[in-house]
């Protein structure tokens, strides 16, 4: 059976991964796989565990392996539900990180991991560790984690976090799965229509010629379209490619652009309502697992604004926090906001008059969160004809206009 060995170094960054074979104390052959910075410190790491180690291989890094890959949200929930499972297990922190850390299969979590797990060694809080890693690790997860740390109740912390994390990125995927599909369809599509009009146009074009008869208007509307892509394809590329990047750059750095995207978003037919639905969502999940973890409202409605993941809600929320703040009920200052439907409004109200807000704001959650699902179900059925319709008027019309002629060329003989 395989022990696990711990990875020794202290404050260093941890990048290589090694498997081990050995005998322990009573002589028994064991094996196993940890991280080091190098042999040495392996070798001594396990000697301190009562391995006497025999042999000792580098792990070989893919070819194509790109520093360890980016750690992700879904890690990020994993480490979370990891970690809490060690402290409910009577695991100290330290030794639980070093475990969940060298037991990782992706390089760049195991040297995050690791890293935080040596600033705690060196004196700092968990939360304190995390808040060093502000791109992975958001405010409303170093909120929750202090006030764990705090209450003396970081396990259930750790997992209503995790838990969090779980529903708002399968949230996510739900809503991106349902958007691949006719996204992708409509990119072959547009590829294939200017394949045609670069490559299959040009020989038609060459084949009409020769009927020495005028072409009907909707096949020469095709050609003079192949014409200017052959001419100006790439510059019109160019330009396009151009515009892509200054609307990303801008949108990423431009909060106005957003606020704007955001309001059109919200107002465009099918997907404004998913949107819609998904920001409730997501701030009602956010509202109940900060309120239920002992956060006060104001500082939690803080958070929450951050996490609803579309700027007019956000702006909404921080408005009914300093509602909130000068004695407003919750109720009353969501009914303000013009944002939230009656029936939330209501829930909320009850949730506030029986001391439950956690508990009701959950249930709202969960509402709407299989909402944004049956929503995105039907826009998954309701795109596919779409897309369908897309695909023969673009490529069917291409083909039907390149045949007008020859049937022209039938009727008259």
Same mark, same amino acid.
């Given at each position: 059976?395989?022990?696990?060995?711990?990875?020794?170094?202290?404050?260093?960054?941890?990048?290589?991964?090694?498997?081990?074979?050995?005998?322990?104390?009573?002589?028994?052959?064991?094996?196993?796989?940890?991280?080091?910075?190098?042999?040495?410190?392996?070798?001594?790491?396990?000697?301190?565990?009562?391995?006497?180690?025999?042999?000792?291989?580098?792990?070989?890094?893919?070819?194509?392996?790109?520093?360890?890959?980016?750690?992700?949200?879904?890690?990020?929930?994993?480490?979370?539900?990891?970690?809490?499972?060690?402290?409910?297990?009577?695991?100290?922190?330290?030794?639980?990180?070093?475990?969940?850390?060298?037991?990782?299969?992706?390089?760049?979590?195991?040297?995050?991991?690791?890293?935080?797990?040596?600033?705690?060694?060196?004196?700092?809080?968990?939360?304190?560790?995390?808040?060093?890693?502000?791109?992975?690790?958001?405010?409303?997860?170093?909120?929750?984690?202090?006030?764990?740390?705090?209450? $003396?109740?970081?396990?259930?912390?750790?997992?209503?976090?995790?838990?969090?994390?779980?529903?708002?990125?399968?949230?996510?995927?739900?809503?991106?799965?349902?958007?691949?599909?006719?996204?992708?369809?409509?990119?072959?599509?547009?590829?294939?229509?200017?394949?045609?009009?670069?490559?299959?146009?040009?020989?038609?074009?060459?084949?009409?010629?020769?009927?020495?008869?005028?072409?009907?208007?909707?096949?020469?509307?095709?050609?003079?379209?192949?014409?200017?892509?052959?001419?100006?394809?790439?510059?019109?590329?160019?330009?396009?490619?151009?515009?892509?990047?200054?609307?990303?750059?801008?949108?990423?750095?431009?909060?106005?652009?957003?606020?704007?995207?955001?309001?059109?978003?919200?107002?465009?037919?099918?997907?404004?309502?998913?949107?819609?639905?998904?920001?409730?969502?997501?701030?009602?999940?956010?509202?109940?697992?900060?309120?239920?973890?002992?956060?006060?409202?104001?500082?939690?409605?803080?958070?929450?604004?951050?996490?609803?993941?579309?700027?007019?809600?956000?702006?909404?929320?921080?408005?009914?926090?300093?509602?909130?703040?000068?004695?407003?009920?919750?109720?009353?200052?969501?009914?303000?906001?013009?944002?939230?439907?009656?029936?939330?409004?209501?829930?909320?109200?009850?949730?506030?008059?029986? $001391?439950?807000?956690?508990?009701?704001?959950?249930?709202?959650?969960?509402?709407?969160?299989?909402?944004?699902?049956?929503?995105?179900?039907?826009?998954?059925?309701?795109?596919?004809?779409?897309?369908?319709?897309?695909?023969?008027?673009?490529?069917?019309?291409?083909?039907?206009?390149?045949?007008?002629?020859?049937?022209?060329?039938?009727?008259?003989?």
């Amino acid at each position: 059976m395989a022990t696990p060995a711990t990875a020794a170094s202290k404050g260093i960054k941890v990048d290589t991964a090694f498997n081990w074979e050995g005998r322990d104390r009573k002589g028994n052959r064991v094996k196993g796989k940890s991280t080091a910075p190098d042999e040495t410190a392996l070798k001594a790491d396990l000697r301190r565990q009562g391995i006497a180690a025999s042999r000792i291989r580098k792990v070989a890094k893919p070819l194509f392996a790109g520093g360890g890959g980016k750690v992700n949200p879904q890690d990020i929930a994993v480490f979370m539900r990891q970690l809490s499972t060690m402290l409910g297990a009577g695991i100290p922190l330290v030794q639980g990180l070093d475990i969940v850390g060298a037991g990782h299969d992706k390089p760049a979590a195991q040297r995050l991991i690791l890293n935080i797990k040596s600033d705690i060694e060196a004196g700092s809080s968990l939360h304190e560790a995390l808040g060093r890693h502000p791109l992975l690790f958001d405010k409303l997860t170093l909120n929750l984690v202090e006030a764990g740390e705090h209450a $003396g109740a970081l396990e259930s912390l750790l997992d209503k976090v995790a838990t969090y994390k779980e529903k708002t990125e399968a949230l996510k995927s739900k809503v991106k799965k349902a958007l691949f599909y006719p996204t992708a369809v409509l990119v072959v599509a547009v590829i294939v229509t200017i394949i045609l009009l670069i490559f299959v146009i040009p020989q038609f074009e060459s084949l009409f010629k020769g009927f020495g008869a005028d072409l009907p208007a909707f096949t020469q509307m095709v050609i003079n379209i192949s014409r200017f892509v052959q001419a100006k394809g790439l510059y019109l590329a160019v330009v396009l490619g151009a515009a892509g990047w200054v609307f990303f750059y801008f949108k990423k750095r431009s909060r106005r652009m957003q606020e704007i995207l955001d309001k059109v978003v919200l107002k465009v037919p099918i997907i404004g309502p998913i949107v819609n639905k998904s920001c409730i969502a997501r701030y009602s999940r956010t509202l109940s697992t900060m309120f239920a973890a002992g956060v006060p409202l104001v500082e939690a409605l803080e958070s929450v604004a951050g996490a609803t993941g579309n700027i007019l809600y956000e702006n909404a929320v921080l408005r009914m926090r300093d509602e909130v703040a000068t004695g407003v009920r919750l109720q009353r200052a969501m009914e303000n906001t013009d944002r939230f439907t009656n029936m939330v409004v209501q829930t909320i109200a009850v949730g506030e008059e029986s $001391g439950s807000l956690d508990t009701m704001s959950g249930k709202v959650a969960s509402f709407y969160e299989a909402e944004v699902d049956n929503a995105v179900d039907a826009m998954s059925s309701l795109l596919e004809p779409l897309i369908m319709a897309i695909l023969g008027v673009l490529v069917g019309g291409l083909v039907i206009a390149m045949y007008l002629p020859i049937f022209k060329l039938g009727s008259v003989v």
